[in-house]
C-alpha cells in the first residue's frame, strides 16, 4: 500500500486549514456545512476561532461536571497573542497586549511521548466524542506534572486504491509550556471535523468521501513514527473507536506503552 505521511505543527495545520484552495475534484466543503450535531460548533469560523485563542468554555466545562483537572496553578502571562486581552498593557501600548494561559511545570522531568488517533468514523457521537475528549485532557494534564510531554495527534486513512494518507500534527513539543486551553481544543469533534476536513478538501486523492480509518496495525506504525527521535516512554491511546466499551476516566485512556 502507498502511504504518504505529512508533518505539521498545531499552527501549521490550523493555518493550513483557514488558507487552503478546495481541490477541483472535492465537490463537498464539510468542514463548512457541517452541522453543529455533528461538530459541536456552529461554523467553521468558531471552531477557527477556538483553535487560535483557546476553548476557554471547554476548560470551564470540565471543572463543572469533573472538578478541576488536576492539581497546580496556571499562571496569566502577558504575550503578543492568547485568550484574554491585558487592558493596562493595551492603555500603555506595549505590544504584549494579550494573557496567554499557561501551566505551572518543573524542568528536567523525564521525557514521555503522548500519542492520540485524532480520527474517527461518521457515526461516532459527537457528544461522545467530547467525553473522549474529556478524559484525554486530564490524563494529559496529570501527566504533564511528572513528565516534560511531547503531544501528538495522527489522522491516519486510507483512500480507496490510492494508499495511506497520514497527517501527524505536534500538539505539544518537549520543553514548552502546556497551554491547556489550546490543548483541549484538539480532541474537540471540530478538529477532525472541521479543521481536518478543510486540509483534506485541497487534496487530489479526495474522492467521494473523508477516506476510512486505518487501525489495523496503528501500534506498529506508531513505533516506527518515533523510532528516529523518541521520549524515555512512549505512550498509545487507545482510539475513538473503541467509544461503544471505552470507560471514559484516566486509568483507562491509554492502551499501550511501547
Known amino acids: 500500500m502507498s502511504e504518504v505521511i505529512e508533518k505539521?505543527?498545531?499552527?501549521?495545520?490550523v493555518d493550513y486549514a483557514v488558507n487552503r484552495t478546495k481541490h477541483s475534484v472535492c465537490y463537498s466543503e464539510s468542514s463548512r456545512s457541517g452541522s453543529k450535531s455533528f461538530t459541536q460548533t456552529n461554523s467553521f469560523e468558531e471552531s477557527i476561532d477556538y483553535a487560535n485563542n483557546g476553548w476557554d468554555l471547554g476548560l470551564e466545562q470540565f471543572k463543572i461536571e469533573d472538578g478541576v483537572l488536576a492539581s497546580g496553578t496556571t499562571h496569566l502571562n502577558p504575550s503578543l497573542a492568547g485568550s484574554m486581552p491585558h487592558v493596562q498593557n493595551f492603555i500603555n501600548g506595549f505590544p504584549q497586549q494579550m494573557f496567554e494561559l499557561v501551566d505551572e511545570r518543573e524542568y528536567n522531568l523525564p521525557t514521555l511521548d503522548l500519542v492520540v488517533p485524532l480520527n474517527y468514523s461518521h457515526s461516532v457521537d459527537s457528544k461522545n466524542a467530547l467525553k473522549f475528549g474529556k478524559s484525554i485532557v486530564a490524563y494529559i494534564?496529570?501527566?504533564?506534572s511528572t513528565h516534560n510531554i511531547r503531544l501528538t495527534g495522527v489522522f491516519c486513512l486510507k483512500w480507496g486504491n490510492k494508499g495511506r494518507r497520514t497527517q501527524v500534527v505536534t500538539l505539544k513539543n518537549f520543553d514548552e509550556a502546556l497551554v491547556v486551553n489550546n490543548i483541549a481544543f484538539a480532541f474537540h469533534p471540530s478538529f477532525f471535523r472541521r479543521v481536518w476536513f478543510s486540509v483534506m478538501e485541497s487534496r487530489e486523492y479526495?474522492?467521494?468521501t473523508y477516506g476510512s480509518n486505518?487501525?489495523?496495525d496503528y501500534r506498529e506504525y506508531v513505533k516506527s513514527?518515533?523510532?528516529q527521535n523518541k521520549g524515555e516512554k512512549i505512550m498509545y491511546f487507545k482510539s475513538l473507536m473503541d467509544m461503544t466499551s471505552f470507560k471514559f476516566t484516566q486509568e483507562?485512556?491509554?492502551?499501550?506503552i511501547l
Open 225 to 227: 513514527l518515533f523510532q
Open 141 to 144: 494534564n496529570k501527566m504533564a
Open 214 to 216: 486505518q487501525y489495523q
Open 252 to 256: 483507562n485512556a491509554s492502551e499501550f
Open 8 to 13: 505539521f505543527s498545531y499552527r501549521e495545520f
Open 206 to 208: 479526495w474522492s467521494s
